[in-house]
Structures are given as C-alpha cells and as structure tokens.
C-alpha cells in the first residue's frame, strides 16, 4: 500500500499542476476547442483539481490497513482516464497535451495496480444494509439505461446521414464501450449479493459524480461563460443524478466491517 500511495500522491501532484493552470490561463485551449463546449472543459478541469487533492487526501491521510480507501481512489483514477482520455483523444493539441498523455497512462496503469491490491477476503466481510444495495443496484442500472438512450439518441442521425463530428466523438466511445457497461454489470452483480461487485459499484458512484458534476455545473454558469442560455433538461438531469451519485457514495462509505 505504501508504493500505492506514494503513486497516487504523485499522480495528484501532476493532475493538480495541470488542471490548475488550465483554469487559470484558459487560453491554453484558444483554437484547439470549440466555444460551444469550451465551458464544460472549464469545469471539468475545476472538478480535476477536486480529484487531485481527494487523491492526494488519500494518499497521506487513508488508513493504509483499510482497503475501503481503494474504491474512492479507483473512482478518481477512473475520472483522470476519461478526462484526459478525451482531452488525448480529441487532439487537444497546446503545449500541456504531452502531459495529458502523461496523466492518462499513469491514472489507467495506476487504476490496474489499485485494482490488483484489492484483497478479496477482506471485502466478504463489508455488509450494506439490504435496501441500500437494491437501490444503489437499481440506480446503476437505470444510470445505464438512460445514457445509452440519450448518447444512441444523439448517434442514430449522424450515422443514418454518415457524418462524422470534430468534436466530443470520444464520449460516445468511452460511454458506450467502457462506462455504462461497467455500470450495469456491477448493478447487476450487486443484485445477486456479489461483494466485489458492490464495491464496484460504489468506485462508479464517485466515477459518475466526477464526471457529471461538472457538466451540471457549467449550465450554472453557462450565461456568464460564453452568453448562451442552459439547456434545461440536462441542467436538472446532471444535477439530480449528482447529487445521488454523491449520496450513494457517501453510503457506501460509511458501511462498516464485521
């Protein structure tokens, strides 16, 4: 667990620098993104410096004996892969992309070391409350079913006209291949009472939270960000599911060992 610290400390420590200075000099993406989106680029990078100091927090200050620490810290780590997943994968050409790249090899080999040290006997003895884990399993799959209607939503005319689009192409992918997959099966193991599969699940909880927040929080402030008015439905639908990712979290957090 030490190395796993030390790891995740530096990790932070990069993440930090980065997202800090993209807030401050937000010119960094002049010509690399478009306008339209780039508010929500400005509060992700808000949510990275979040992530940095939990990890960080976590890093110093977890109890090295309690391997519950390991589920946040996997949430977190899952969060740096897909935003800086996007920023690789869209081509964010400015002088910070090599570090972009940087961060996204080190939070994806750093996610499968984390994973790696979780001890298998250790989780049979965590035992959430019965109600929680049928809800928390009922909301993951409902958190599947909605983006893949949403995104697919989205999808179906720019594949019937075969157009393909610059920007946010990347969140399709790592949505429909990697994140609501892993929502659902996890929901789906914690039905039949699986113990990994309910950690799991809380690590997504923090994943999801990481990554909606901040597209909740941008049509907030979307009129004094670039004038635009919000979108309605998203600024709710982001801000409710949120708020339970957080509550759920939270929840899960608090369960106690045998």
Do not use: C, H
Not at 17 to 37: F, K, T, W
Not at 130 to 149: D, E, H, R
Not at 217 to 245: C, H, M, Q
């Amino acid at each position: 667990m030490r190395f796993l610290s030390i790891f995740w400390f530096i990790l932070g420590v990069l993440v930090l620098g980065v997202s800090l200075y993209s807030v401050l000099e937000r010119e960094i993406y002049g010509g690399v993104v478009a306008d339209a989106i780039s508010g929500a680029v400005f509060t992700q990078d808000l949510l990275a410096v979040l992530g940095a100091i939990v990890l960080m927090l976590l890093a110093i200050f977890g109890r090295k004996d309690d391997f519950r620490i390991l589920f946040p810290a996997l949430g977190i780590l899952g969060f740096f892969m897909y935003a800086y997943g996007i920023y690789s994968f869209e081509r964010v050409y400015n002088m910070l992309y090599p570090l972009y790249l940087m961060i996204l090899s080190g939070s994806t080999f750093g996610l499968i070391y984390t994973v790696a040290k979780i001890p298998k006997k250790s989780t049979e003895r965590i035992t959430p409350p019965k109600v929680l884990s049928i809800s928390a399993a009922f909301f993951g799959i409902i958190t599947a079913i909605i983006f893949n209607f949403v995104w697919f939503y989205q999808l179906i005319p720019l594949l019937k006209e075969g157009y393909r689009i610059d920007y946010t192409y990347s969140i399709y992918v790592i949505d429909l291949a990697f994140i609501m997959p892993a929502f659902m099966l996890t929901s789906i193991g914690t039905l039949f009472r699986k113990k990994l599969a309910m950690l799991g699940l809380f690590a997504l909880f923090v994943l999801g939270f990481f990554i909606l927040s901040p597209l909740a929080l941008v049509e907030f402030l979307r009129p004094g960000l670039d004038g635009n008015a919000p979108d309605i439905f998203f600024k709710w639908l982001y801000t409710g599911l949120s708020v339970l990712y957080l509550a759920f979290s939270w929840a899960f957090a608090a369960i106690r060992d045998r």
